[in-house]
């Protein structure tokens, strides 16, 4: 297969793209037992965002009979094709000389692509994505990684990937302890994410039920008072319909008209005396 098609996960193993992106569907369908899918992908991989693309810088060397295709045998001799380092041209791809996959930083202009648009790790349109990303321990030390970034930037050195670490000399136990911390911060970062907004929900809840409450207090001695006013008003109107009814009955009748109103021109008289 071509380089392209080759992927890295975080403790330096690679993989056919096919065949990862087959383990990961059989996780997610759960066709095998886990044990299986564990033991052709790992369970430190969650998805293809743990899995990044491999580009090796091959070079081509001349068959070693001088450039005559033919040994003797009636066979062809076929040049040799050698994994190198890009900067240094030294052989990499035996695993003996330490080397590291290179994994760009996201692209934010990706965030703009619309859902469900084909994109990967180095998103970018500027032809990078087809360059070589492998690179020796030795080209990292000699040009340090602030000059790597102009031509393999960006890149942070914590996602730079050790190919195939050895495991002995406690090499591949502070790959593994330093991813399942990442992996660690990473979702006690996303848990936080999620307290902090259903905090902010439950903020905003409290802000209404606060200011309704409030309005509602208001509105009360407004009520109140109108409430009173208007008992007031039904108290006054009634005196005065029960007047008036007492006035109109007196006046019909004579009997009621010569005491109330005998009483009234005695009144009068004892006033004009005086």
């Known amino acids: 297969c071509s380089s392209a098609d080759i992927v890295v996960c975080p403790y330096g193993k690679l ?3 096919e065949e990862a992106l087959e383990a990961l569907l059989r996780r997610s369908q759960q066709i095998n037992s886990s044990s299986n899918v564990t033991d052709a992908l790992g369970s430190h991989v969650r998805g293809m965002k ?8 091959v070079t081509t060397s001349a068959p070693s ?3 005559n295709n033919n040994n003797g045998n009636g066979r062809g001799t076929m ?3 050698t994994a190198t380092c890009p900067i240094t041209s030294g052989e990499i791809g035996s695993g003996n000389v330490p080397s590291f996959v290179i994994v760009r930083s996201k692209n934010p202009k990706s965030k703009d692509k619309k859902k469900g648009s084909p994109s990967n790790d180095n998103d970018e349109t500027d032809g990078i994505e087809f360059s070589p990303n492998v690179i020796s321990e030795r080209a990292i030390k000699e040009m340090g990684i602030d000059g790597l970034q102009s031509e393999y930037g960006p890149f942070e050195e914590r996602n730079m990937i050790r190919l195939a670490p050895p495991k002995a ?5 502070e790959i593994q302890r330093m991813w399942e911390a990442r992996v660690e911060e990473e979702r006690v970062a996303k ?4 307290k902090d907004k259903k905090r902010k929900r439950g903020t905003t809840n409290e802000d209404v039920s606060a200011k309704q409450n409030s309005e509602t207090k208001t509105s009360l001695p407004i009520v109140a008072a109108a409430a009173s006013s208007s008992i007031q008003g039904k108290k006054t109107s009634v005196a005065d319909e029960a007047r008036s009814n007492i006035q109109t009955k007196v006046a019909n009748n004579s009997v009621l008209s010569s005491l109330f109103g005998g009483a009234g021109k005695k009144n009068q008289s004892e006033k004009e005396k005086r």
């Open 191 to 194: 848990m936080q994410k999620k």
């Open 65 to 67: 009979n001088g450039g």
């Open 79 to 81: 040049a040799r094709y």
């Open 15 to 17: 993989y056919k793209r």
């Open 169 to 173: 000399g406690g090499v591949f136990e």
């Open 50 to 57: 743990d899995l990044h693309p491999v580009r090796f810088y």
